[in-house]
């Protein structure tokens, strides 16, 4: 089993490399390959820990082939985030739902990016919110630490993000109004890199919030 994830750990690292290159097929099919890694790891998780979320996020995953963006005065969070080995708890469920919740949201962003490439398909931004919405749903089961808060603030900012670009502003303007709230929920940092971070989360909402009422008017 400790074999299985750190193949998953290494493919993702690898497709995050080639989505900063901007190879985003490439980094796609790294992304899955982790994603059908972690596929095999949650069946015998579930048997462990019978309280372990379900294994059927993955199978609706696996069908889809395909630092930060300035957008105007907002931003996308397009960094792909990478995972580390854990040497005492990388194996445990709670490892494991960061794990996961990690490569869908690069999965995610990279459909995301492919969107916004010239002749973008249209299927990628609804692949994109998909991935998004079950990131981000991962990353709220557990503890919020460091590593649930960055995908959490990231997922619900790129949906936000890209339902305003879409001009649902009612739809972009709940999930800012969520990621405000959730950022105001979280215990004080304990690192100025990580309080930098909510800082831009929060700023980037009423950015983006305050330019809806504009395109209202």
Known sequence: MSDEIKVAIIQNNVAAEYLRQ??????LEHFESAAKHLHQIAI???????SHS????????????????????????SSPILLHEYSDNFLSP???????????????????????RPNGINDALSNAMTLYEMACSLGLQGSQDEDSSQIVMAALNNMGELHHELGNFKRSKSYLEDLTAYILSLDDPLEQEEADERHGFMLNAMVLRSSHGAAAA
Do not use: V, W
């Not at 998780?45 to 019978?50: A, I, R, S």
């Open 22 to 27: 901007g190879h985003h097929t490439l980094a």
């Open 94 to 116: 709670e490892a494991y739902r960061i794990q996961s919740a990690t490569i869908l949201f690069n999965m995610g962003l990279t459909c995301h990016l492919s969107f916004m």
């Open 44 to 50: 015998t998780l579930k048997d462990m820990c019978p």
């Open 54 to 77: 379900s294994t059927s996020d993955f199978e609706d995953i696996l069908t889809f082939k395909e630092t930060c963006i300035l957008k105007g005065d907002s931003f996308i969070s």
